[in-house]
């Protein structure tokens, strides 16, 4: 396991280095501090690579995950999409366990494990999140949101391949949650790695089928969408990171009739 | 709930006094000017839910009188002056006074096409303050969620303060922990960035922007 481990961070060490020099930003001329603050804030040194990354994303989205995306709300309605969400959650749900535990959050691991086993039962598998409406919401926990609590800082920002906005820490996280996960070791087992694959594929063209509409947005309304996004993703990951450190379980009431 | 009529008519001379009281110190200073409190703000923002959801919600409305409605909602309730000095951060000091108000025209009418366009896919979302709090001097900040079962509610706080005028108005809104105003300025600061800091270059790319959305949503 940590033969895994260290053998992974050493090789995305040793590609982040060979990245970094081939595409570094200019910093702003020192005597300019107001856009020298600027660019510490937005702390994306990379900028010209990371802009290609995105550009192929772009490519990559607008050719293959988009038009995916579209047959696949075409054929399949909302509801169906629903339970294809819902139960891709919950195969999620072991793996936020583990983080939620080595963050230290045991009431946000009590009520992982307790959404886990409603939707497993009552929720048929875990097809229909039953927890929800119950007033029991979930969370995301992952291996780079645990790094952060932990005190890591996020590095630098940092565009993936095909995953779009990230930076080194929650990409480094990445790489190691893909070892931490049960369900894909108990398939490796037996010779039923296509279901692991399956499952990848599934999950990414639902993630990005309830995103789409909301990336569109973005993308209509502004003037540098890869600034757009880089500015609303890392809102969103620093969002998710508070409430992980502060423990907070319940991102809002539960619905009030 | 157990006061009996009796009960209730015999404290009514004290509730007339109460009353009479609260109303002389509402005349004694000019109505807007009073200070609000976090309350009032929580009931602004309930109110400017209610009335976006019951005008510009409303269906089988064309594109143009949508965005119309929005308009006159939004200019009336957002400190757009204030969100826009915000967002072009350092080069609103390097702008003159009419790109100042150009840009405040611009990117009121981005925002207006934007919205005015998601509301005509209202699918019966309601709007609950949960709760309101005072965010710095004059500011507020109000708590709100998105309902629309079965999906999880959507947590949206509201940044609110008092203008100059004695009115709320809204500076911000924050999305699952995402403000507008912050991704907004960093998308203009870096479109800027690349053009020389031109502020003539931004709102040239604005207007095509506008013209686009316009073009778009028919109106």
Redesign the interface.
């Known amino acids: 396991m940590s033969k895994i481990n260290s053998t992974k961070l050493v090789s995305i060490a040793g590609l982040v280095a060979l990245l970094a020099l081939a595409g570094c930003a200019t910093p702003p001329p020192a005597d300019d501090p107001d856009a020298v603050a600027e660019f510490q804030q937005i702390n994306d040194p990379l900028e010209p690579m990371n802009r290609d990354i995105f550009d192929f994303n772009e490519w990559l989205y607008d050719n293959g995950l988009t038009p995916a995306a579209k047959v696949y709300r075409y054929v399949v309605p909302r509801f169906g999409r629903d339970r294809v969400a819902d139960f891709l959650a919950n195969l999620k749900t072991p793996v936020i366990f583990i983080n939620d535990i080595f963050q230290g959050n045991v009431t946000r691991g009590g009520v992982t494990l307790l959404r886990f086993v409603l939707n497993s039962t009552f929720g048929v598998g875990g097809i229909m999140d039953v927890a929800t409406p119950m007033g029991i919401p979930g969370h995301i926990a992952d291996v780079g949101e645990t790094l952060a609590v932990w005190g890591a800082g996020e590095g630098f920002y940092l565009v993936l391949p095909l995953f779009g906005p990230s930076n080194l820490r929650d990409g480094i996280g990445l790489g190691i949650e893909s070892t931490l996960d049960p369900l894909s070791y108990y398939l490796a087992d037996n010779h039923m790695r296509w279901v692991s694959t399956t499952r990848f594929l599934i999950s990414g063209l639902s993630a990005y089928e309830a995103y789409m509409d909301n990336l569109e947005d973005v993308k209509r309304t502004s003037l540098d969408y890869y600034s757009a996004l880089r500015s609303l993703s890392r809102q969103r990951r620093d969002a998710q990171i508070q409430d992980a450190k502060s423990g907070k379980w319940a991102p809002v009431d539960p619905v009030k009739k | 709930m157990k006061h009996t009529l009796s009960q209730l008519l015999s404290r009514l001379p004290q509730t007339l006094a109460v009353l009479l009281l609260a109303s002389s110190t509402l005349l004694a200073s000019p109505a807007g000017a009073a200070d609000k409190s976090s309350d009032d703000a929580k009931d602004f923002i309930q109110n400017l839910a209610q009335q976006a959801i019951s005008t510009v919600a409303q269906r089988d409305l064309a594109d143009s009188e949508r965005n119309d409605r929005f308009r006159r909602l939004f200019v009336a309730s957002f400190d757009l002056p204030q969100i826009s000095q915000f967002v072009l951060?350092?080069y609103w000091r390097t702008a003159t006074p009419e790109q100042q108000q150009d840009f405040i025209k611009l990117f009121q009418e981005?925002q207006v096409l934007?919205w005015a366009q998601?509301f005509k896919d209202y699918k019966g979302e309601n709007l609950?303050v949960?709760a309101s709090g005072k965010d710095g001097d004059k500011g507020f900040v109000v708590e709100s969620?998105i309902?629309h079962?079965?999906a999880?509610?959507?947590?949206v706080q509201w940044k609110v303060h008092q203008a100059d005028d004695g009115t709320l108005k809204v500076t911000d809104i924050v999305v699952?922990?995402?403000?507008m105003a912050?991704?907004?300025?960093?998308?203009?600061?870096?479109?800027l960035?690349?053009n020389g800091g031109k502020v003539d270059a931004?709102l040239t790319?604005?207007r095509t922007?506008v013209d686009q959305?316009r073009a778009?949503s028919g109106g």
């Open positions: 951060a350092r981005v934007n998601r609950a949960t969620q309902n079962p079965p999880q509610p959507m947590p699952e922990g995402v403000s912050i991704t907004q300025r960093s998308d203009y600061n870096s479109m960035q690349g931004l790319a604005l922007k959305m778009a």
